[in-house]
């Protein structure tokens, strides 16, 4: 038999639902025609987690577990899981469980996340264009800028066109990889796809 994951041993709650429930179920909330709940929802903004709720996770490790763990680090680990707090809880229940490290446990993570995202299928399927797309959203770029236009120009066989680029946005948003809840409002909803995509394809 496999190893098990452990649960959580503690988790965040919004309406007695667990929070990282919240966020891998969100897109099935979208107000979009492919949603079963189209026209049903309203879009609530709900703000990124951030260095206070690392903060939060390293002082409930330290005065309930007496685990001392280093902020620097636990916050790198939660930058490559792009700010996931499902795989978060996931590398705190084998700090917890297995007496890891915060690097043990990141580097176990990190593995975990490209096998059960699929994330070498994932980047097979996307056009060149789309990759460069989705890497400039995760960095917060504009899409349309001139800078991208070349880029998409040079590196890709396709013309660096504003048509191009929203067809490669729609195919994102399609396939689940991006979210967009208002004009020029991106969020990515594959944590791990941009460290994969960085290190697998991004210079060849």
């Not at 001392?68 to 978060?88: C, I, N, T």
């Not at 070349?150 to 979210?179: H, Y």
């Not at 208002?182 to 944590?191: S, T």
Request: with cysteine; hydrophobic share 40%; aromatic share 10%.
């Amino acid at each position: 038999m496999g190893q098990q994951w452990p649960r959580a041993p503690f988790t965040f709650h919004i309406n007695r639902k667990p929070l990282s429930q919240w966020v891998s179920n969100k897109n099935l909330l979208k107000n979009n025609s492919q949603s079963p709940f189209y026209h049903f929802v309203e879009t609530v903004p709900f703000p990124d987690l951030d260095a206070k709720f690392i903060e939060f996770i390293r002082s409930k490790l330290a005065n309930e577990h007496n685990i001392a763990v280093a902020l620097p680090a636990l916050s790198k680990a939660f930058e490559h899981v792009d700010r996931s707090p499902y795989w978060l809880m996931k590398m705190i229940s084998l700090i917890l469980t297995y007496k890891m490290s915060v690097e043990q446990a990141h580097e176990q993570i990190i593995d975990l996340m490209d096998a059960a995202e699929g994330f070498e299928e994932i980047s097979k399927k996307m056009k060149p264009i789309d990759r460069l797309v989705f890497l400039a959203l995760c960095e917060g770029k504009n899409p349309y800028s001139k800078e991208m236009m070349v880029r998409v120009e040079k590196e890709t066989d396709v013309k660096g066109i504003p048509p191009n680029i929203q067809r490669a946005i729609k195919r994102l948003s399609e396939t689940n990889l991006i979210s967009q809840h208002n004009k020029g409002d991106y969020h990515i909803e594959k944590p791990g796809l941009r460290r994969y995509l960085e290190m697998n394809i991004k210079g060849k």
